[in-house]
């Protein structure tokens, strides 16, 4: 056959319209499919596979237009079909009515999707935009565990957490931190498309655990939470040995699923298991789970003890546990931090756990990450912590500690935009972390922010509803920023009526004397612990707070007395620890109460020699705060005004509700300096 006269035989069979009609009706079945199989849950292989039969079929189309003919008889061969009794033109006008009809439903449908208007999204005062949720990011939610010995929790626990450690060295994915995801436990309903909304991801991954005998069975599920569609699934039954080899054979699939580019370094620290001794990893979770638990005074000081003993035998039984090490370095600096054994020999612990991880692994983000926090808690050097935290973050890109640490170096350094974005940038990564938003509202505080920090309350008690400390930050917001005790007195009413145990957490001395009512600072005395409460690493006894009560009721003899027992305490601190700045500050306003002039300016004026503004701008502030009151108490007026105007010129705590009511101020009030200051801190009015 001749070739033009073979594509004439092609369009008189109509072999290009059947291909042409046939081409727009399979596009517009894709379409169909696409659209309503998720809605029907209809998993994405299925539409696969309809793309894969339509595309199977082009030949076939073809071929049967080439080789058979539609006559009033029904199809026969075209050979079969005399020339005269052919009916193909009228055939090929009923194609055409065809590919016109089908042409017009698919631009319909492009049409629509193109005028259709996007779903609005929810606004509020000060909402913005959600950011927009990356490809490649999973949240990994804790495991069921299956177990009939449900003290295995931990186990299950254990394979959830090392899956999600193992995918947060990819820095080609975005992975939500533990402390956010272990909010959704196994018993809470799950909402996946709920749960990755708020926590920003694509995809989550669930699982379940049961161990029997010395046999483990794990299950794991990939699914994509915009659809709730299932992209993975497995099940492994391995003897229990195994458990680490499975929790990285899971991480590097759900890897390869997210299509998530792996480094030489990624892959080798997904592949190397944490330790080889079950039980080692068993006591180290638990571990971690007190100190996890540690935020307030009470609770850090009954469980950072457990924690220490528990990973003192973790790294007994495997002393190449560079994880236990290196957490056990933290337990042993925060133990220093927060003032339950501010020695060196507490810091010597430290030092030597550290030393243990830099022998097994030199360059480890972890290992990195625990210098940063020794050098932050230890000794304040925030440089070098810094300069520890940019080597970390290299090997643990989804870290949410690297940011948050590094935010509270910039606090520390007055860097307050930094610190912001940083703190902002870990709750990336932990939305759910009730510490990072308290944070955020703490740096808003000092700078005075105050839409800003309720904003942040608000924020809080959306993760932890009715926290009682939270409650009673949002309520005391009116009175830094306007004065007004109405809400702290309303809050703190409510609260104690609904749970007295709470009187102790809730009820603050310092905005309780602002009610400036003997009933008020009686209230405040019965509910301080008995033990006192730890700020800055040094216990403030009852006593000092008995103390002030007397003075500012003009209850001489009780306020020597008072102080005086405070002072046998705080005095045996300075005596061990002379250049320990705190313990410095707190001794000089006890001497200023006692009318110990000469000491009490001496320690003062020390302890921001030995911490200035210009190297700590959370602690400094706090000591150049406490300079002013001791200036105050010894009858040094000027020098009292010049402090509290140097210390308004940073962020501070120092608001307008405590300088118009704290009794602190008292002996200033009338001096025209000072209520200068305090008018300019008047905020704006409204309009």
Not at 49 to 76: D, R, S
Not at 344 to 370: F, I, K, M, N, Y
Not at 395 to 410: C, H
Not at 483 to 498: H, N, S
């Amino acid at each position: 056959m001749k070739r033009h006269s073979f594509f004439a035989e092609l369009r008189r069979r109509n072999v290009y319209k059947a291909a042409v009609a046939y081409a727009v009706f399979s596009w517009l079945l894709i379409q169909f499919a696409t659209q309503v199989f998720p809605f029907f849950e209809i998993p994405n292989w299925a539409v696969r596979l309809v793309i894969f039969l339509l595309v199977l079929g082009t030949p076939f189309v073809v071929f049967f237009a080439w080789a058979f003919e539609i006559t009033p008889e029904g199809i026969k061969r075209t050979e079969a079909v005399p020339p005269e009794e052919s009916i193909t033109h009228r055939t090929g006008r009923k194609l055409m009515v065809a590919i016109s009809v089908v042409v017009a439903l698919a631009l319909g449908i492009q049409a629509f999707h193109l005028a259709r208007p996007l779903p609005p999204r929810e606004t509020g005062k000060s909402a913005q935009a959600e950011p927009a949720v990356p490809e490649k990011s999973i949240a990994v939610l804790p495991f069921e565990n299956l177990s009939d010995e449900k003290g295995s929790n931990y186990l299950a626990d254990g394979v959830q957490d090392e899956v999600l450690t193992n995918l947060a060295h990819i820095a080609d994915l975005k992975v939500i931190s533990r402390t956010s995801v272990m909010q959704y436990r196994v018993g809470t309903p799950r909402n996946l498309r709920e749960i990755a909304r708020q926590l920003g991801v694509a995809y989550v991954l669930e699982g379940a655990v049961r161990c029997v005998g010395k046999q483990v069975r794990i299950s794991a599920q990939l699914i994509d939470a915009r659809t709730d569609l299932h992209q993975w699934a497995e099940q492994y039954d391995r003897p229990l040995d195994d458990v680490f080899a499975i929790q990285s054979e899971i991480a590097k699939t759900i890897a390869d699923r997210l299509q998530a580019k792996l480094s030489p370094s990624e892959k080798a620290a997904i592949e190397k298991p944490p330790t080889s001794d079950l039980a080692a990893f068993d006591l180290f979770l638990r571990a971690r789970e007190l100190y996890a638990d540690t935020s307030d005074q009470i609770r850090a000081r009954e469980k950072l003890p457990q924690a220490v003993a528990l990973l003192n035998q973790a790294v007994t039984r495997d002393p190449q546990f560079v994880l236990a090490w290196c957490l056990l370095a933290r337990v042993h600096g925060d133990t220093y931090w927060q003032g339950f054994d501010h020695t060196s020999a507490r810091l010597d612990l430290a030092t030597a756990a550290l030393q243990s991880a830099l022998r097994l692994q030199p360059g480890g983000g972890e290992v990195h990450l625990a210098l940063a926090a020794y050098h932050y808690h230890g000794f304040r050097d925030y440089e070098r912590a810094r300069s520890e935290l940019a080597i970390a973050r290299s090997s643990l890109p989804n870290s949410t500690e690297v940011y948050e640490y590094t935010g509270y170096i910039d606090r520390r350094q007055g860097r307050w935009a930094e610190a912001t974005r940083n703190l902002q940038r870990a709750l990336e990564l932990d939305p759910r972390n009730f510490g990072i938003v308290q944070q955020l509202a703490l740096a808003y505080e000092v700078q005075h922010r105050y839409a800003d920090q309720a904003q942040m309350c608000d924020r809080a008690l959306s993760i932890v509803p009715n926290d009682p400390y939270t409650q009673m930050t949002r309520a005391q917001i009116p009175f830094e920023e306007r004065a007004d005790i109405k809400p702290f007195q309303t809050m703190l009413a409510t609260l104690i009526a609904k749970d007295p145990k709470l009187a102790p957490d809730v009820d603050d001395p310092d905005h309780a004397l602002c009610e400036r009512t003997p009933e008020a600072a009686a209230r405040a005395l019965k509910n301080y612990p008995r033990d006192g409460v730890g700020i800055n690493g040094v216990n403030y006894p009852l006593a000092y707070w008995e103390g002030v009560v007397a003075r500012c009721q003009g209850d001489e003899t009780k306020a020597q007395a008072s102080f005086a027992a405070a002072r046998k305490e705080v005095e045996d601190v300075v005596r061990k620890q002379p250049d320990f700045a705190a313990a410095l500050s707190f001794l000089g306003m006890i001497d200023a109460g006692l009318g110990r002039k000469d000491e009490a300016l001496r320690e003062g004026r020390r302890a921001c020699e030995l911490l200035p503004i210009s190297t700590d701008s959370i602690d400094g502030v706090a000591f150049a705060a406490n300079l002013a009151l001791i200036y105050a108490w010894s009858g040094e007026r000027d020098l009292a005004i010049e402090q509290i105007a140097a210390v308004e010129r940073v962020p501070n705590y120092l608001n307008y509700g405590v300088l118009m009511f704290h009794p602190y101020w008292d002996p200033l009030r009338g001096d025209p300096r000072f209520e200068k200051i305090v008018a300019s801190l008047v905020p704006n009015p409204v309009r």
